[in-house]
């Protein structure tokens, strides 16, 4: 059964950093993207980042690019990201999710149960 | 920036009734184009990949159709747990984008 958990959300201020975790199980973790989408409570969805099977090849949302960095561990099946100088607009549930394995930027076949970050002073 | 509007953005439907909801991309996507049905407190669950392409698991009554900028999720004979926010996705270019949802109840 693939299964995506994410860990390390919390409340934090305003200018401050945070990083989360997505453990991965039941599929070859090493073969497949991995995003990150966001969601305000009671709002749409937010692409954030994906990164490549190997770790090699990443990409940002512009609101997000040179602030956080989305990175993988394939020997312990995580994804991390690392959000920096954060604001209270980043403030959301963050899903890590998976893509299929011909695909690099969706359809979105598995999603995390989420994760709150809480950007307040 | 491919810019998805949906609507309606809210749809309150009678059980059994057929529900349509639209997709519109601010240019080609050609079919690159994935529905989503969000829950209340879960995350999202994938509905239709590739504008029409069903999903394994997912009921028969859940279709899409279209390509290019106009995309359709038609659900036929709605059932009491469809009740859920459905977004629209595109995946044919940079950044990834989504519809704004669409809420649909249950009368």
């Known amino acids: 059964e693939v299964q995506l958990v994410e860990s390390g959300g919390d409340l934090i201020q305003p200018g401050g950093s945070l990083r989360l975790s997505c453990t991965a199980s039941?599929?070859?973790?090493?073969?497949?993207?991995i995003h990150w989408v966001r969601q305000v409570p009671g709002k749409g969805l937010m692409w954030v980042s994906r990164v490549s099977g190997a770790g090699t090849t990443t990409a940002y949302a512009d609101a997000v690019r040179g602030r956080f960095t989305i990175s993988r561990d394939n020997a312990k099946n995580t994804v991390f990201l690392q959000m920096n100088s954060l604001r209270v607009e980043d403030t959301a549930v963050y899903y890590c999710v998976k893509v299929g394995l011909t695909d690099a930027a969706g359809p979105f076949d598995y999603w995390g149960q989420g994760i709150l970050v809480t950007v307040s002073s | 920036e491919v810019v998805l509007t949906q609507s309606p953005d809210f749809q309150s439907v009678t059980p059994k009734e057929k529900v349509t909801i639209t997709c519109r991309a601010s240019q080609n996507i050609e079919t690159s184009l994935h529905w989503y049905q969000q829950k209340p407190d879960q995350s999202p669950k994938l509905l239709i990949k590739y504008a029409s392409q069903p999903i394994s698991g997912v009921p028969s009554r859940f279709s899409g159709s279209g390509s290019g900028t106009d995309f359709t999720l038609t659900i036929n004979g709605l059932e009491a747990e469809d009740a859920a926010v459905y977004h629209c996705?595109?995946?044919?270019?940079?950044?990834?984008?989504f519809g704004g949802g669409t809420k649909v109840e249950i009368k």
């Open positions: 039941g599929f070859t973790f090493t073969n497949y993207w």
């Open positions: 996705h595109q995946s044919r270019s940079f950044p990834l984008t």
